[in-house]
């Protein structure tokens, strides 16, 4: 089985999880994100992912592609592990509905 773990692997995964955050939120508004545990706690994890896959992402790869904000995805995930009681549910919110499909449309 190949089992490379190279910059398209790393942006593949990265796909699948901002695609899987862009369906699963299509039709929920901000009061069910808070109120599903199942569904917060899986967006969460989703975003935790793909900060992960990103840091391992090459820095050439990172430098030939500037439009996309990699340093907020880095804080992000920090953001979500070190302070998790005290997320920001209208900025997670925000993030899962308009900077989540933004960036799947830039990596696309």
């Known amino acids: 089985m190949d089992n490379l773990k190279n910059d398209d692997y790393y942006i593949h995964k990265i796909k699948q ?3 899987f ?3 699963h939120m ?6 069910e994100l808070n109120t599903n545990e199942i569904l917060l706690d899986s967006m969460l994890f ?3 992912q793909i900060s992960e896959n ?3 992402l090459t820095d050439e790869y990172k430098r030939t592609r500037g439009n996309i904000p990699w340093s907020a995805l880095y804080g ?3 953001r979500i592990v070190h302070d998790y009681g ?3 549910l209208d900025i997670v919110f925000e993030t899962l509905k308009i900077d989540i499909p933004d960036l799947l449309g ?3």
């Open 17 to 19: 999880d901002l695609d």
């Open 54 to 56: 990103a840091r391992k």
């Open 76 to 78: 992000l995930r920090n």
């Open 26 to 31: 299509r039709n929920v508004d901000i009061e």
């Open 86 to 88: 005290n997320v920001d």
């Open 21 to 23: 955050i862009t369906r």
């Open 106 to 108: 830039l990596l696309t």
């Open 46 to 48: 989703r975003m935790i």
